[in-house]
């Protein structure tokens, strides 16, 4: 009953739910059976405990995108609440770039440069640019990138990935970044880049991720 009021909006993003006793005598439930569903709404990503306060009903309409760990937009894909397409722009294997070798930690070999457009019920909200180290990640194909890079690499190849180092900054938005995605009236974007390494601390992926700002909330 909670989640519905939520997704229509009978109760108000930014607002907190009443009390666990308010609750138990509007519910006539017991503590244990509202907390589990309080914990329910937690973990799916509706309501942010906040300590002294109580239950803040969070922006259904926005995508918790983790800041710490290793998710990938398919995992990310669970918790979101419309219907998700990727859009393969770019798919090419080449030399690494001088410019690639810096962040790759790479002295010569190939490279995978790929550019993804994640559209969100229709409207093309972010722009994933992924460079690879070709000779760590091998058989890359068009298919794995429209499906889950991760998943080719752990389920595939047999590779554990472990850790990534972010970095998040607000930039403006490029000629062609607003031709790319439905910018709105914004003219700025969530910029998240990523060195994502393996087990053994090997760094094989920089992305750069470029996010319409309404629609993102960044969680750790």
Do not use: W
């Amino acid at each position: 009953d909670l989640l519905n009021k939520i997704k229509s909006g009978e109760i108000e993003a930014n607002t907190y739910l009443p009390s666990e006793n308010e609750l138990m005598k509007q519910y006539n439930a017991s503590r244990d059976t509202i907390r589990k569903s309080l914990n329910l709404l937690l973990h799916n990503g509706y309501i942010q405990k906040s300590k002294g306060k109580g239950s803040l009903v969070l922006d259904v309409n926005r995508i918790s995108f983790p800041v710490s760990g290793v998710t990938s937009f398919k995992e990310l894909e669970k918790t979101m609440h419309g219907k998700v397409n990727t859009i393969v722009t770019i798919f090419l294997e080449s030399e690494v770039t001088e410019e690639i070798k810096k962040h790759l930690y790479m002295d010569q070999g190939h490279m995978y440069h790929i550019e993804r457009i994640r559209e969100i019920d229709g409207e093309k909200v972010i722009l994933d640019i992924d460079y690879l180290n070709a000779e760590v990640i091998k058989g890359l194909k068009l298919e794995h990138a429209q499906n889950s890079l991760y998943e080719y690499i752990e389920k595939e190849l047999k590779l554990k990935i472990s850790f990534a180092k972010k970095e998040i900054t607000v930039v403006k938005a490029t000629k062609r970044e607003k031709e790319l995605l439905d910018m709105k009236d914004y003219d700025l974007l969530v910029c998240v880049k990523s060195y994502t390494y393996l087990e053994d601390a090997t760094i094989f992926e920089y992305t750069i991720s470029k996010h319409r700002p309404d629609k993102f909330r960044f969680v750790d």
